[in-house]
């Protein structure tokens, strides 16, 4: 649907890109993760053509559009600004890109109302201005805008970073929902973990204009492929000298493993490594309690199911288990 091949980005002498190459399936919602700076925005804009590549080629459909204009790209995009007019009505922002492509009115009318209600905008919400919405609304907006001229594509740029957590947590919901009803093929730029494991059936993870692995989200969460994307994807345990010794490992690279794989004062299973260790501190959060545990001559961090019976104290001594086949090791 989408390939970008060896797409090298330069602003002045430095380079953003190196060398970028990915494949998005149609129907796919992939995105783009990694901390600010990292070069998921500036390959997003090298997509819908904001940003023309110093070399390499864009791809879409077995075309090379590298160098098509960005209003022949037949490509939807939210801004994570919205980018809405403030004083055009809800209305008029929608029908924005189809009074641009000249439709009859009748056309326009009917496509606006459809799109309108399938994000759930209401009629009276239609003859508002922007500015009168919530934060929520003008997201919703934003897609509706983006989806109307039903484009093969749709980009969206860290669209619900302006929103409180709540509801950045159920519009997430709905713009999945919304991308499987549609079918459109979706890609996404975000630095939040959480936000691209729920949403993604592929991520790609940037860092400093590469990228380190592309993968499903069970993949680079479970199988990093980079000590980079095993610390930066989730919460992570490194494990030092005594538990490497303890587990039998090679000093000489470095250790993680994902805090529920730790067990605590769980019978011991064939090849799993044991060891006594003391709670530090505990912190609560009601559907699991994260401990810390000093073991071996480290602390460890720990995630446990809240059964609401086993719930361990400061100063209490447990066990933990780890089973070698749970750690991820890299090169030094």
Not at 16 to 42: D, M, Q, R, W
Not at 122 to 151: N, Y
Not at 174 to 199: C, N, P, S, W
Request: with cysteine; aromatic share 8%.
């Amino acid at each position: 649907m989408i390939e970008l091949k060896d797409i090298v980005v330069k602003f002045g002498d430095f380079e953003a890109l190196h060398n970028i190459n990915v494949h998005v399936k149609e129907g796919e919602f992939f995105t783009f993760l990694g901390p600010s700076g990292c070069g998921k925005t500036t390959t997003l804009r090298t997509i819908t053509g904001f940003i023309e590549p110093v070399s390499g080629s864009v791809w879409m459909k077995g075309k090379d559009i590298t160098h098509v204009p960005i209003e022949k790209r037949d490509i939807g995009i939210v801004f994570q600004s919205y980018a809405l007019f403030p004083t055009m009505t809800v209305h008029d922002n929608i029908a924005f890109g189809l009074k641009i492509r000249k439709l009859r009115k009748k056309e326009i009318e009917e496509k606006v109302t459809t799109i309108a209600h399938k994000v759930d905008l209401s009629d009276e919400q239609l003859a508002k201005a922007v500015s009168q919405l919530s934060g929520g609304q003008q997201q919703r907006v934003a897609i509706a805008r983006a989806l109307v001229t039903e484009p093969d594509i749709i980009c969206m740029d860290e669209p619900l970073s302006n929103l409180d957590a709540k509801l950045r947590v159920q519009l997430r919901n709905e713009l999945k929902k919304m991308q499987r009803e549609f079918g459109i093929t979706t890609i996404y730029v975000t630095h939040d973990q959480e936000e691209a494991l729920t949403l993604s059936d592929r991520i790609a993870v940037f860092n400093k204009g590469y990228i380190e692995q592309i993968g499903t989200p069970n993949e680079v969460y479970n199988f990093s492929g980079t000590e980079f994307v095993a610390n930066f994807i989730g919460d992570i345990n490194r494990l030092e000298s005594g538990l490497v010794e303890g587990l039998h490992l090679s000093e000489s690279k470095n250790h993680f493993i994902r805090l529920e794989r730790v067990q605590v004062n769980r019978p011991k299973d064939e090849n799993e490594f044991q060891a006594k260790g003391l709670i530090e501190s505990r912190e609560y959060y009601g559907l699991y309690i994260k401990y810390y545990i000093r073991v071996c001559g480290q602390t460890v961090k720990v995630i446990e199911k809240n059964d609401g019976i086993s719930i361990y104290e400061a100063g209490e001594e447990v066990t933990i288990g780890i089973h070698p086949s749970d750690v991820m090791t890299y090169d030094r």
